[in-house]
Every structure is written in C-alpha cells, then in structure tokens.
C-alpha cells in the first residue's frame, strides 16, 4: 500500500495513521470518569463531546500533513490550529531512524525519524508510513545518491585497496552487502557477558532484603536453620546466621548466589535478545545502515562521514572472552534523547579479533592492529590506589563511630584495592594512529574511542585538586554529540606537561583540517 | 595570556551579595520556624542565621579575588586558549577553526560597569561552549569581530 499521492509530488502518510492514533480517544474515557462525580448524564456528554473533538482533530491532523522531498530538501507542512511549514535541508539530515512497535509491524507500517545536529529533540517525525516509503525515504535523504563528500569516497577506494593488499583472500563488503549479521546465539552471549547482568544480581539482593518480595526465604530454609529465618527473609536471616553458624552461612550465601544469579543472568540474556534481535548491517558505500529489535523494530540509516566519533565496550567478562561491542557516535541525538538512543550500536557482539575488519566499514584507512598504546603517568597509580583506600578509610571510621568492633577488619580490603588500582591503571591509555587519536579507560567496563582529528572541536585539560597535587591531569576531547562526560573521550591522568604538549599538537593538526565537519 | 578585566571582580562580589541575602534570610526562616520549636540551636537563637550569613558573605568577599587570579585567556593565530579554577582547574583550547560563532552579552550589572562577556560556541557538545566573563566591553566587540573575520576568510578559501 503506498499513501496517496496528490499534485507537485506532495505526500500523505499512511491512511492508518488517524487508527493508530485512535488511542488517543482513552482521554475522553479519563475525561468522561472525572466527568463522573456529577451525575451519568455528564458523563455521557463528556464523552461524547471529547471523542467526537479527539477524532475530528485526529483525522484534520491527518488531512493537514504534508511532506515532499525536492532535490535538496525535506519540506514538510502541517498543523490544525497553527499551520507549519518545515524546510530540512538534505546537507543537515544526520540520520533518518524507522522505529516500528508491534502493532506497528504487524500492520508494515514505521515511524520515521529525521535527526539533524543541534536542537533538543528528534527534528522531525513522521508518524506513521508505509515500510516501503519509509526505506524510500532513508535512502533519498541519507543514500549515496545524492552524497558528494568525495573525500571519504577517495578514501574508501584507497582504504580497500590497501586492505586488500594487507589481506588479499579477504572479501571487501560490496556496496549493498550485508557487513554483519548477529544470530540469537551470540545475542544470548552478548547479554550474559554484560555488566548487567551483575548489576541485576546486585538488585536481586538489594531488593529481596528490602522488599523480600521473592520466596526466597521457604527454598533457603532448606538450607540453613529454621530458627534464623524467623522473620521470614531470606538475606537477613543469612546476616543472623553468619554470626553463629558459619557453614550454614557459606552454603545458604551459596545457594541465594546461585538462584539471584541466574535470575539476573536470565533477564538479561532476555533483554539483549529482545532488543538486539536479527540485528543486520548493511553497507551502500557511505551509507551504513542497521536494523534490530524483536517488540520493537529500529532501522536506521546513517552517513560514514557523519560519524564523531567510534566506542568499543569491552566489559569485564567479554574482555576475558575476547569479544567487544561497536558502537558509533553521529551527533544526531540531542539531550533531549535517553541515554541508551544517543549513540548508534553497530555490534552488540563481536570478537575482538574481527574489530579491525569492522572498523573499515567506518574508517576505511584505520588500520586496528597497529595501535600503539601508551600508558597514562606511572603516578596515575597513586592516586586510584588513593581514592580507594579514602572509601575504605571512610567506611572503618564509620563502622568504628558505630561501635562495630569489626570495623578494624575492614582496613584488610585496602590490599584488594591497591591490586585493583593497577588493575585500572593497565586499562588507562592513549595512542595516534594516523589521523585518529584513541583514549581508552575504565576496569569494569572498558571503553575505547576512536576519535578522527578532524572532527575535534575543542580540547580541556582538567585537574582536581588531588591529580594537581600529582601532577596529572586529564584530558578531554571535545566532539559533536557527546553531552555526558563520563561517557565521552577523556584521557585519565596524563602527566600535565605531557597532557599540555598533547593538547597543543592536536590543536595544530585540527587547524590542519581546515573546516571540515 | 591575558587577564580579565579588573573591575569583574566587582561584578562577581555583587552577585555573590545578591545570593547571600536569600540565603540568609532561608536559613533565618528555617531557623525560627523549624528549629527553634524542636528546641535546636547554637548557644543562642540567631546563631546559625548569623553563620549562614558570615560564611556567604566571605565568601562573596574573598572567592572572587582568588577567582580573578586564575583566570587568564589568549587568542593566538590559530587557536583560543582560556586558563581557569581555583581548586578544580582548567585549560580549554579551542582551535579557530572549529568556531561556529561569537556572542557579547552583557548583564545589567556588567553595563553598568562597561563591562561584557564574550561566548565562543563550537558544535562540540560538553565543555565546548565557553565564556570570557569580564571584558572591557570595547575590547569584547573588538575580539568578536577579529574572530569572525577568521571564519570568513576559511570560508572563501
């Protein structure tokens, strides 16, 4: 079905826009139920009132909407009370997203997205079109056909002319080829191997010992004597019984251990299945284009040359099975986006060992291998060895303040916690390779960015207090589309000469680049 | 590098005495409605109010000089350069490149002074916006104009 076309190549959206919006006809409902204390006629007026006021404004709402692509614009007309006319020009589009519910899917119809850079929220959406116009659309407004950045179409020829003397038996994606495909079996990977699943269990035993709102109490009786599960809960009567019977403690900490974990490993093996589901990405020479989602389905279309900035996620479990994560970074997703929409995934699940293969679909002259790390300041160590033992510290004196004769037990964990801060320290690092700079940090959940230089906008080198008295500081580099800092490329305690030289090198290269975005 | 204006200090103090009034006057309010009938106070009733008001008041008085004495700026050929902070200190460069474009601004409080604030916006996301607080205002039109003039000749280039 393919919506109705009316003079000058303007467009309706799909004729079941006005059903799918019906859903909106529940506020005469909540309307009618206020109406409620004042008697049945009210009610039924109210009623009727709002769902013939909600349909009209529904279908004029419908019957208003516009849209036509020209040769280099999105112009898009709408509005019941105040008419609109909207003029998205193609050079600013960022992305084009089609995302599709289950009704949605079941009916072949999505709503489609335009992202330009800047602004709060999504520029402009169209709800709801065909599955075909919306593919017609992505591909108009993002495709090949009408992208002229011939620079990165230069070097994507001699990016694959190079990977294939590097490699000659290795097959270059062809345009419209299928770069990658995740099957369930690696999704079920994927979400045993995230930190989510530990977060999960911790919030299993948080929310079983403040809320007990699990029968863990009946299956832990099992195990451990009855008199200590009186108040029926399972974690605190694993508390009681740690202080008077120490293998009946092990064995229930052992057995709650083994039910939370696979419960919260469960949930999110189910939740990286069901998000990431038949997750697809395809290459049409500088577009790239991903599609996922079981519930709902997500397609989205993006230029190569759009892309700010790349991030590989390795989290403690996938580092030790030497898989990854991709995912980039294309300025199109303002603030006003959660958190988990503002960066486009492009692997949920990958081994580390493919990441170089994978990294030419997005940076054809890139080359993975030859990376050459460099650790952040030998003095780096002191103060994340520091800032650990300040938490222990913390934590004896209070415990001590509570007359807790444990308390001073406590200084044992500050072993753990100088072995962990050179744990995180061989984590910590910074590299160039060619015309990219790399920053990497973090121990539980690594995170490495690959930042082009020409798309640096601006350079920080910050220092508390405490990295001013080592001398450190930390660098922060400055790109479109990264609004938390915590999840944006920094390099972590640089010696502060260095970090300054760094800094100045950068700024002379990104000059280099002339004004380029 | 340059330093700010002198005067910006003024400014600075000013609205930091702007800020301790209400303060004051909060932790008074709570102090007799909240506090004194639960019987909470510091050897006498007023003291906490009195504190509240000392502790904003220097601050108001002394943070600024302080603040004036880290705070350096540069444009050189190719590049902004801005030093700052007391405690937590930073060093921002934005390549002249990347600027997208530059603002004046000036509060009531800075005109009455002859004083402007000049922002430098680039299309980076955090920390990638940034203001010079206390320019003289002839000197900030003049630096808003010397920065744009770059962005044109790339453009034509």
Redesign the interface.
Known sequence: MTAPESGDGWQRLHPLTPLLRAVQLLYAIIAGVIASQSGVGATVIVIFIFTVAIAAWITVAYLRFRYRITDDSLIIKHGVLFRRRRVIPRSRIQNVDLRAGLVQQLFKVTTARIET??GQATEATLHVVSRDEGVRLRARLVGLAHDTPRPTAAAALLGDAHAALAEPGRATPAAGSTVHHVSPLQLVIAGATSNRAGFLVGLLFGGDYLFDFMPTDRILARFIPPQYLESGQAVEGLVQTAQSDMQAFLTGLFVLGIIFGVAGWAVSILASVVRYFDFTLRQHGNELQVGYGLFTRREKGFRRSRIQNVQIEEPILRRWLKLASLRVQT?GYG?GLKADERMETLSPIIRAGELNDYLHAVYPEFEWNSVDWRPSHPRARRRLFIRRAFIVIAATAVLAVLTTPDAYILPIALVPAWFLAHAHYRHLGHARAGSYVLVREGLWNRRTYIVPIRK??????????FQ?RLGL?TL?I????????WH?PRSIDLGTGYG?EM??QL??E??G???T? | MNPLDPRVTIVWRLSGLILALPATAIAGLVEAVVLAPEGIRLFAPGVIAGLVALCTLGFAILWPGLRYRFWRWGVED??VLIEK?V????????????IQHVDTRTSPLQRSLRLASLVIY???????D?EIPGLAADDAERLREELARLEET??R?
């Open positions: 850079a800047g300025a603030p640096i906008q601006a350079l920080q080198l910050r220092q508390t207090p001013r500081g922060n400055e790109t479109a589309g990264n609004p938390i800092e944006a300054v800094m100045e700024a002379t990104v000059t680049t002339g004004l975005f | 190719d590049r902070g405690l937590w200190r930073s060093r921002s460069l934005i390549p002249r490149v990347r680039t299309a980076g996301t955090r920390g990638a940034v790339d453009d280039a």
